[in-house]
């Protein structure tokens, strides 16, 4: 699927500039919670373990080998371990303009562009890859998802995959986060009020509705604020990840909804 492709902002005549915007995630309130009751060692190893299982798991699905990749809301991880070069070429996109220049100089992506998700006026199907990594359940803070998912097919190539990593309603601690959330406890208990768990059930018919192909994958079921210990006991279970009714009950899943291939 286009292996060696290339598409440059020099070719989309943007420069290096896209879209310019104030809008992003709420302000993050250290301190919480939460955060007292969380080591940055287990945090870290949470983070590691999550890295490699979403490798392990696009590796076995995506069944893409190379091309374009739209990393929207990059932030400062715009997903490189996932698509690495020479084999993808990725392309950052995030409101915030420092994140954009920092992931360039960082080598993190080989381009970035200034943007607001839903807004972009990138070429159609310029793309093999749209990903929104951790971004979906803030941008639903602000607004409906439906312009996002009707962008990525749009700017998706036939055969081309949107991939969606994202917190899970359904899993315990998505339910009390919305929880957290609906009382006005959020920025208390863990920070930020833009911090919204998706249903499993609404991703899959966003994606159907954008004229997608979705398929839902639970990523993990353990959770980054567990002893580590607890942590190590309840990873087995990531192995049910790709049974579709045990998928949705994942507290991080993962959304593959491909654009089909002309008849």
């Given at each position: 699927?286009?292996e060696?492709s290339?598409t440059?902002a ?6 290096s ?5 104030s809008v992003?995630s709420?302000?993050?309130?250290a301190?919480?919670l ?18 490699s299982?979403?490798?392990?798991l696009?590796a ?49 992506a080989d381009?970035?562009?200034v ?18 990594r951790l ?16 962008e ?6 036939p055969?081309g ?24 406890l ?11 768990p998706?249903?499993?059930r609404?991703?899959l018919?966003?994606a159907r509705?954008?004229?997608?192909e979705p398929e ?6 353990t959770w980054r ?9 309840v ?29």
């Open positions: 699927m286009a060696g290339s440059s020099a070719a989309w005549g943007v420069g500039v896209q879209n310019a915007m992003g709420e302000p993050y309130h301190g919480n939460l955060d007292r009751l969380s080591s940055a060692s287990k945090l870290e190893a949470h983070y590691e373990a999550l890295e299982r979403e490798r392990e696009l076995r699905r995506l069944g893409i080998l190379g091309g374009d990749v739209l990393s929207v809301g990059c932030g400062w991880n715009p997903g490189r371990h996932l698509f690495a070069a020479p084999a993808f070429r990725l392309v950052g996109v995030d409101a915030d303009a420092a994140k954009v220049a920092g992931v360039v100089d960082t080598g993190r381009e970035a562009l943007g607001e998700a839903g807004a972009l006026t990138l070429p159609d199907e310029a793309f093999d890859v749209v990903l929104y971004v979906l359940h803030h941008i639903v803070y602000q607004g409906p998802l439906d312009p996002c998912f009707a990525a097919a749009r700017l998706l190539r055969g995959a949107l991939v969606a990593i994202e917190p899970g309603l359904w899993h315990p601690v998505g339910a009390g986060l919305a929880l957290a959330n609906r009382t006005g959020a920025t208390a208990i863990h920070g930020t009020p833009d911090d919204v998706l249903s499993p609404r991703l018919a966003h509705a954008a004229g997608l839902l994958h639970a990523l993990t079921y604020r567990l002893p580590r210990r607890l942590q190590r006991i990873e087995p279970l990531d192995a049910l990840g790709s049974r579709p009714r045990a998928a949705r009950f994942g507290h991080t899943l993962v959304l593959l909804a491909r654009k089909p291939e002309p008849a």
